[in-house]
């Protein structure tokens, strides 16, 4: 089993800076990419940032500049550092993660239950 666990939400002022984290637990052999997604209310779910095993990242146009995603790969875990928040970054934000596990010879794709992140003054 599986499980990719998120912390760090929550409510912050617009401005404010939260750091999501997200540690992927289980029988893993080994991560390739580690990410964040974020759905609002009413819209798609979308890629927030992406970081890969060698450390090659890419970002969603609306938070260059503002987020930041790191992975400790002895961890399995990924961070998300968000600052200079906005209002219309409130969302759910998912940790998503290709990982291979003891037993499997394939990449499978596995989403955690998410987190709400809440930018409102």
């Known amino acids: 089993q599986v499980q990719l666990v998120e912390s760090g939400g929550g409510l912050v002022q617009p401005g404010g800076s939260l750091r999501l984290s997200c540690e992927a637990s289980?029988?893993?052999?080994?991560?390739?990419?580690m990410g964040w997604y974020r759905q609002a209310p009413g819209k798609q779910r979308e890629l927030v940032a992406r970081?890969?095993?060698?450390?090659?990242?890419n970002y969603a146009d609306s938070v260059k500049g503002r987020f930041t995603i790191s992975r400790d790969n002895a961890k399995n875990t990924a961070y998300l550092q968000m600052s200079s928040l906005k209002p219309e970054d409130t969302a759910v934000y998912y940790c998503?993660?290709?990982?291979?596990?003891?037993?499997?010879?394939?990449?499978?794709?596995?989403w955690g239950q998410g987190t709400q992140v809440t930018v409102s003054s």
């Open positions: 998503n993660a290709d990982l291979i596990t003891i037993g499997s010879s394939r990449w499978i794709n596995y």
């Open positions: 289980g029988s893993i052999i080994s991560i390739n990419g």
């Open positions: 970081v890969f095993r060698g450390g090659s990242t």
